[in-house]
């Protein structure tokens, strides 16, 4: 793949549920490796359906999407995702260990390189002591951690997260943001988040990717041109981030004043 080729690249997609209204109509995006994009727009826009349409749970209507040069048809192998709700994602019956081998299952990995995955897991996300606790015995933002650490033990090319920080507070929220940066550091891996926060877009993207329309399509594409190790008080103090962050609502609050217009 040469370095000008989106590792995920979405052509022209349109999706419906069945003989409803289209949600997503001649949707394109490329996500490049390495990089970390965020997708925001209005409530109800069609985020989450465009995130499972990535992620191949959802078939799409016409279009086509990519991972490299293979069509994504069914939930691909090389991408993994992370929900909102950790309570859900975990099963609380299971080790914190036992939750993160379970999708390993049918990779057919010797348990020496099983033990190595979620040692190595636990450790990128600072819980290298938490694999014999149960999910209900830590706090909401170290099961967070855990379904992030599942994730990476399968070690996907694309980690595709769904509000992933929503669920938390604040303080904690900001420690995710921190840790989805440090693993895109870390491991080169790229990540797709789809987020409400807009200063949480600007604070973790590399490029803010903005939906609106009913059905939706992409509006346009901010690049953020912040440094790559970014601080939580001094990059959220520099006026470019202020800049961007006013940029991306103001598209935002657009697109939802033209999906709330009455239909002539």
């Known amino acids: 793949m040469s370095e000008n080729t989106p590792l995920l690249a979405v052509r022209d997609v349109s999706k419906r549920y069945g003989s409803g209204p289209e949600i997503i109509t001649d949707l394109n995006l490329d ?4 990089e970390i994009v965020c997708l925001v727009g209005p409530s109800g826009v069609g985020k989450t359906t ?12 016409t279009g086509t999407i990519h991972i490299g040069d293979r069509i994504v048809n069914g939930p691909p192998e090389e991408l993994a995702l992370v ?15 036992k939750n993160i081998a379970f999708p390993l299952r049918h990779l057919k990995l ?4 099983i033990r190595r995955r979620i040692t190595a897991a636990l450790t990128e996300v600072g819980l290298p002591d938490a694999g014999d606790k149960y999910p209900w015995e830590l706090s909401g933002g170290m099961q967070q951690r855990v379904a992030i650490a599942r994730a990476l033990a399968y070690k996907p090319g694309i980690l595709i997260m769904d509000e992933p920080f929503a669920s938390v507070d604040a303080q904690t929220r900001f420690e995710l943001e921190d840790l989805t940066r440090k693993i895109r550091n870390d491991l080169g891996m790229t990540i ?4 409400h926060d807009i200063d949480e877009a600007v604070y973790l993207a590399d490029r803010v990717v903005v939906l609106g329309g009913k059905p939706a399509s992409v509006i346009t594409t901010l690049d953020v041109p912040l440094c790559r190790n970014r601080d939580q ?12 962050r006013t940029e991306v609502l103001q598209l935002i609050r657009t697109a939802t004043e033209q999906m709330t217009q009455p239909v002539a």
């Open 31 to 34: 996500v490049y490796d390495g």
């Open 50 to 61: 465009l995130l499972k349409s990535l992620a191949g749970l959802h078939p799409i209507t």
């Open 83 to 97: 929900f909102q709700d950790y309570s859900r994602s975990l099963m609380p019956w299971l080790t914190v260990r």
């Open 110 to 113: 010797s348990k020496n390189e």
């Open 192 to 195: 797709v988040v789809v987020t």
């Open 233 to 244: 008080v001094a990059t959220r103090n520099e006026s470019q981030f202020a800049e961007l």
